[in-house]
């Protein structure tokens, strides 16, 4: 090894990226030429990334990540992360990921985060405060107010971020954009989103029996931020989405992924009005079938179309839209696990999961030529990060789904949670976007909501037990739209 490479590895791995991001006025990243020759990776070039909730998608995450540095592993399970651990054995592990930040704080430069929805926003905020850049999975937060709380510190960091909707990344959800704004299918009127899910048990009462906490899992630290309740293993690993303390349900998961070409297309803000519907909708778990409609306002001239006031409504739990004319016989809409779909005043546009397979109704077999002016991904959604984490804050391309476009957007998806919790109100619920706020509640006004439904059957006949906890409806909305954390936990 020459003398300029021996001197290059007594520096620290910090001062090494502050002094050459110096010398490159404003470029962190050293050519590799410069360093060491043909197939030479600098370590300027080379993240330190460390992962926490590593058990299901952050282990598919960081397996995208091929070729940065894996340094540490975080989750509260450890027979469920045992694969990822497998995966990358020179990781140092941990249960709470505060204890790794804080003991290996100068080791990381870059997080990716897929815990359950609840402990999202603690996790991300804690990791960007640190400097530390942050993929986090989709939904971005378990509510409106982290979701604006983590924008803003996106902002105020300048860590490179991205939520987990890959298809925001794909080819598909680019040329959805490209063709609704050239006008190809007239001036947006409607818009309709749907999926299969939940694939999982929802609409569930909370279990009565305590079984043992498993000596692998830390259940406090699982608990996180909510209140805290007994440990059983309907909660974790997986079925965690269909509680409301700890998921999101069919929306959150599959929102962010199906909403996604719609909000992006259209350039959407927030709504000025919203209202829910459902099967059983109770204190503990998302309703098995729900639909949101959301009002959005009348906004100024984008490209080449016009757009008026539009009401995009959501659907979930297998319920669909009204099938749209001219669509073949036969014909699945988007694809099998869902899609999205906008009338215009000229033709109807569809699109599968993701934004996949977009086409308008009469033209599948000749899609408009439209110029490419989207910037496309060349790598995949987990490198476009990875690359935004390597550029200097100055001369960064944001990463396609970073937190000033996903965190509004997120905003837009977990309000329908809001929707669906309050429809016991009964009317088209207003809302005051910039300040967070449904401005048509009452002080007074109160929602009924299912606690038990029991029921068993005498002589063939069933004999229900539904009772009902009565909640005033304005401390509700305020309490779901920002949270009241466990103590010992806070942003």
Not at 8 to 15: D, E, F, I, M, V
Not at 190 to 199: F, K, M, S, V, Y
Not at 232 to 261: E, K, Q, S, V
Request: net charge neutral.
């Amino acid at each position: 090894m020459d003398k300029k490479n021996k001197d290059l590895n007594k520096l620290s791995r910090r001062k090494f990226i502050s002094r050459t991001a110096t010398v490159a006025a404003g470029i962190s990243i050293v050519p590799r030429h410069v360093l060491g020759g043909v197939g030479y990776k600098a370590p300027s070039d080379t993240l330190n990334i460390a992962g926490i909730g590593v058990g299901g998608m952050g282990r598919a995450n960081l397996r995208e990540m091929a070729g940065e540095n894996i340094v540490a592993l975080c989750d509260v399970d450890w027979k469920y992360a045992q694969r990822a651990f497998n995966d990358y054995p020179k990781a140092k592990k941990f249960k709470d990921y505060r204890k790794m930040l804080e003991t290996m704080g100068d080791d990381i430069d870059a997080v990716v985060i897929a815990t359950p929805d609840h402990t999202h926003a603690v996790t991300a905020a804690e990791s960007m405060k640190m400097g530390k850049h942050v993929y986090l999975q989709k939904p971005l937060t378990h509510s409106i107010y982290e979701s604006r709380y983590l924008t803003e510190l996106a902002k105020e960091t300048g860590v490179a971020t991205q939520m987990g909707n890959q298809g925001h990344s794909g080819e598909g959800t680019r040329l959805f954009g490209e063709w609704i704004r050239n006008g190809e299918i007239g001036d947006p009127i409607e818009a309709h989103c749907w999926t299969n899910r939940p694939i999982w048990p929802q609409g569930l009462e909370r279990p009565e029996n305590e079984p043992a906490i498993p000596s692998t899992l830390d259940w406090d630290l699982f608990i996180g931020p909510a209140e805290y309740r007994p440990y059983h293993p309907a909660y974790t690993p997986w079925n965690w989405r269909a509680w409301w303390d700890f998921g999101t349900g069919a929306l959150g998961d599959m929102g962010c992924h199906i909403m996604d070409p719609v909000y992006f297309a259209l350039d959407l803000d927030h709504p000025t009005a919203f209202q829910g519907s459902s099967s059983q909708v109770n204190t503990e778990s998302a309703p098995i079938a729900e639909k949101v409609i959301y009002y959005f306002p009348e906004q100024s001239k984008l490209n080449k179309i016009n757009r008026p006031e539009l009401k995009l409504t959501w659907y979930d739990g297998g319920l669909l839209p009204e099938r749209p004319e001219g669509i073949k016989p036969g014909k699945v809409l988007g694809d099998n696990d869902g899609g999205a779909m906008v009338v215009g005043t000229k033709g109807t546009i569809i699109c599968g999961t993701y934004g996949r397979d977009p086409y308008i109704i009469g033209r599948e077999d000749n899609p408009p030529q439209t110029k490419k002016v989207i910037p496309r991904v060349e790598t995949s959604h987990e490198m476009d990060w990875v690359r935004a984490c390597k550029e200097s804050k100055n001369n960064r391309r944001e990463a396609s789904s970073h937190f000033g476009y996903s965190g509004p957007f997120n905003e837009v998806v977990v309000m329908g949670n809001l929707a669906v919790r309050l429809q016991d109100l009964n009317k088209k619920l207003n809302w005051d976007g910039k300040n967070m706020k449904i401005t048509n509640i009452g002080e007074s006004e109160e929602i009924k909501v299912v606690t038990t439904d029991k029921f068993t059957v005498v002589d063939g006949d069933p004999k229900f037990n539904t009772q009902y906890a009565t909640i005033n409806a304005r401390e509700a909305a305020e309490q779901y739209i920002k949270h009241n954390y466990r103590e010992g936990w806070k942003l």
